[in-house]
């Protein structure tokens, strides 16, 4: 598609329950980013692909969370067990890995709420 | 190791003064720079980024940052505020070599006056 797509745009789901969210980057951008920004918050960062390389894990923020991506296209962010403090607008964004215009596209979010 | 960090959480400016929006960055490797902007319910948008060529780069609304190699810095500048300006603005880095991922601030919310 022509931009950073991304499903649904707004999950409301019950304290425990596992949500999966999905992130379609734009065609040939080998990097991957879920961010996670919080109501007046900045951008958290949570995960990032990159090509086939092992996938930086470093800011998830527990291990009800995790991230896969299939073939090096779509990714999906599940979390487990989601608490109230989950609550937040999870953001995806792909990049090419070289080149001049390497800035990152953003998807318009998934609003997540944990009632 | 790559990070950035952006000195003012909140700027509040009088419409039709200057903006400046401060940055300091750090990088193993030469960086490319980026200066998003994301409106009140909006998604992020690209300002305009610096990627090793010019080192005055222009963007869009009449924005444009200056890369200071020896300064580390990228500070994000317009001549005369409008209230449409009124956003939050987000510095990023991008080592150009190494693991190469993508490292926002913390975010600067600019507030314009009438």
């Known amino acids: 598609g022509a931009g950073v797509s991304q499903s649904p745009s707004n999950k409301v789901t019950e304290k425990g329950k596992d949500v999966e969210l999905r992130c379609d980057p734009i065609s040939g951008h080998t990097a991957l980013y879920w961010y996670r920004q919080s109501l007046g918050q900045g951008l958290e960062f949570l995960i990032y692909f990159q090509g086939n390389s092992a996938p930086d894990k470093s800011g998830l923020p527990s291990d009800r969370f995790s991230a896969e991506r299939t073939g090096g296209s779509v990714s999906t962010l599940t979390i487990q067990r989601t608490q109230q403090e989950d609550s937040a607008v999870y953001l995806c964004?792909?990049?090419?890995?070289?080149?001049?215009?390497?800035?990152?596209?953003f998807g318009q979010g998934t609003r997540l709420t944990v009632v | 190791a790559q990070s950035v960090t952006q000195l003012d959480s909140h700027v509040s400016v009088s419409e039709g003064t200057p903006v400046l929006l401060r940055c300091n960055y750090s990088?193993?490797?030469?960086?490319?720079l980026f200066w998003y902007v994301q409106h009140p319910n909006k998604g992020l948008q690209l300002l305009l980024k610096y990627t090793s060529a010019a080192t005055l780069v222009k963007g869009i609304n009449g924005f444009e940052a200056e890369f200071k190699k020896s300064e580390t810095s990228f500070h994000l500048t317009k001549p005369s505020a409008h209230m449409s300006d009124a956003a939050e603005y987000f510095c990023v880095v991008r080592d150009q070599g190494g693991y190469q991922k993508v490292t926002f601030g913390t975010g600067t919310k600019l507030q314009v006056i009438p």
């Open positions: 964004a792909s990049s090419l890995r070289q080149g001049a215009n390497t800035e990152a596209f």
């Open positions: 990088s193993s490797y030469s960086p490319s």
